[in-house]
């Protein structure tokens, strides 16, 4: 494989990653921005707690409005909070929500084999084992896959959630 084949090979597996996702409330159409926005956004977010609108703009290279959209549609499904800044009251600060909201829970419950079944296509359902096998493989090298401390089983301040934390904690 070469740099260009494991491109294309994230960017299918990205593709493949949305479409396991259960549509939003409400239907994909009535939220602006793509899943991957929000996914993008909300793992910005787990890594960067308290940041600002701008800030999540300057790590993530995405326009502002598509940031704004993701974090409104983060925050009607519970997966974060906004508080004034302290420090500057025209901010506003956004970091995960303390708690598991119904929408993050279902997304986190979502299995994948529907979505690898459609890619792989109908003649091929034998090699869906083997492709399960390579991506836990892959997920164990390049993926912290601890489970979060949950809010009430520490009391000392969290370490940065893993990639796979942050992930799953979006809601698109």
Known sequence: MNGVELFLLGRTLMKIGEDALPEPPGGADRHAGSARLVLIVASDIAAHPDSAISEIVARTGLPQSQVSAAVARLKEAG??????????????????????????????????????????????????????????????????????????????????????TRADQATP
């Open 79 to 164: 997966s974060v909070v906004a508080a004034p800044d302290p420090a500057d009251r025209r901010r506003v600060l956004v970091r995960q929500a303390g708690e598991v909201s119904e929408r993050v829970a279902q997304v986190r419950a979502t299995g994948i084999e529907s979505a690898l079944m459609a890619a792989l296509g109908t003649d091929a359902p034998q090699h869906l084992p083997e492709v399960q096998a390579a991506l836990d493989v892959l997920a164990r090298h390049f993926l912290d896959l601890t489970p979060a401390p949950t809010p009430a089983a520490s009391s000392s301040p969290a370490a940065p959630p893993s990639a796979a």
